[in-house]
């Protein structure tokens, strides 16, 4: 089983870059993990919300394929604690032999077609971060679920 976190746009900001980069270099030692960027729109200033939100939404569903199961990381998903995060996870991971891919969407969210695609949401805050910034909050998240599940010291409650 692999772990995918697709993500719409580019990271920007070098100490994102670094933030991811030592997530991903932790994680894999739990699972094949990775990092997949779609890139933005090419002239998305010329291009209404709803046009945008549905030319991404073609894009991530180009990237999945019908055996994922597809976790979107969205404001009106799901909120776990950290512990029933990994609880989930660990069920997710025992029951299931599909590849799960956690997708950030663009600035306007995701099209319709990408939530009927989903199998489900979750939340990481009731507060809005940025894209950029999501991307390391969430792998921190589940590098931190995988330290809670094998029972390392990382996470005290």
Known sequence: MNVTLLCVGKTDF???KEGLE???SRLRRYVPFKVEEIPHLKNASALSEAVIKE???EIILSKLRPSDYVILLDEHGREYR?????SKLEALLS????DIVFIIGGAYG???AVYSRSDEKISLSKMTFSHQMVRVVFAEQLYRAFTILKGEPYHHE
């Open 95 to 98: 029951r299931n032999s599909r």
């Open 55 to 57: 030319k991404e939404g």
């Open 110 to 112: 995701f099209s319709e």
């Open 14 to 16: 070098s100490w994102v």
């Open 82 to 86: 950290s512990v029933e995060f990994a």
């Open 22 to 24: 030592l997530y991903v």
